[in-house]
């Protein structure tokens, strides 16, 4: 089952995504968890989202994904699956959030929320990375070799 959940090819095109989503997708977990990058830190997030009505157990797996998760993705240690609970994630605040101020990001604050532009392109590279896996570099690739071949390949 790893083997098969850890499979992936050598792409460099797949590498590229899984860094971008990492890196992108970890601030907003820091500023959950920790409180960096002006965000509200543990305390505060539990509490705001217990406001939205999100048991318990999803605030910790959503702040376990986006700090933890972006970090394994980036080294691509289990890409489908944090790749997966990202888009998860990200799918929900779509729909919480931002479906109903439109497709556009608010640049010039003429609107009265976020609209969705940013999440359509996080889906996408979250749905490429579950469909194709880690690609290059990736941890993955060492879970999935033929141990019979020998040598580890990244």
Not at 60 to 85: D, K, P
Not at 86 to 107: P, R, V, Y
Request: glycine letters at 12%; aromatic letters at 12%.
């Amino acid at each position: 089952m790893v083997k098969t959940l850890a499979a992936t090819d050598s792409s460099p095109a797949q590498l590229l995504i899984r860094l971008a989503l990492g890196v992108v997708i970890f601030p907003h977990g820091a500023q959950k968890v920790f409180g960096w990058f002006g965000g509200p830190g543990y305390a505060a997030t539990v509490t705001a989202f217990s406001a939205m009505g999100f048991p318990f157990w999803a605030i910790i797996l959503l702040m376990v994904t986006e700090v933890c998760g972006s970090l394994l993705l980036v080294l691509g240690l289990f890409t489908r699956v944090w790749a997966l609970a990202i888009g998860t994630a990200i799918a929900i605040c779509l729909k919480m959030n931002h479906l109903q101020h439109g497709f556009f990001m608010n640049w010039f604050g003429q609107q009265q929320g976020e609209g969705y532009e940013y999440h359509i392109l996080v889906l996408g590279i979250a749905l490429a990375l579950v469909l194709r896996g880690g690609g290059m570099l990736s941890l993955d690739r060492v879970l999935a070799r033929d141990r019979r071949r020998g040598g580890i390949q990244f």
